[in-house]
């Protein structure tokens, strides 16, 4: 991999397979949706005057709809920045000069010493 202390603007846009997507990233949006869609159900009895739980199947279809929503919404956008990505690191590529490999710094190289005055 290199020595950790060298910053590679490259290796920040490659995927190595070494981030785990935590629990709740690939159900997130769907969820989202599914909750969105129930919402949209619950507003819409509301708005005829209608009781709020009444037509269950109504519900139903809403929450599948959303969640089906959320779901492609979230694959987009996968896609979207799979693709950004590429087109990033293929410009890195094409113009090594530009992206030059940098030490790592740390704050206190880069900040100046600063005394509270009172």
Do not use: C
């Not at 799979?82 to 990033?88: E, G, Q, Y």
């Not at 293929?90 to 530009?98: I, N, S």
């Not at 790592?104 to 009172?118: F, Q």
């Amino acid at each position: 991999m290199g020595d950790p202390a060298v910053y590679d603007p490259l290796e920040i846009l490659t995927n190595k397979g070494t981030r785990q997507p935590t629990f709740l990233s690939p159900i997130w949006n769907p969820m989202a949706g599914a909750l969105a869609g129930f919402g949209a159900a619950l507003f819409t009895n509301w708005g005829f005057r209608k009781p709020i739980l009444s037509g269950i199947q109504k519900h139903i279809l809403f929450t599948i709809i959303g969640g089906g929503v959320g779901y492609y919404l979230d694959n987009k956008r996968n896609e979207y920045l799979a693709k950004r990505d590429a087109v990033l690191r293929h410009y890195v590529e094409l113009h090594p000069e530009d992206f030059p490999k940098t030490n790592r710094k740390k704050y206190a190289d880069v900040l100046e010493s600063w005394v509270p005055v009172r």
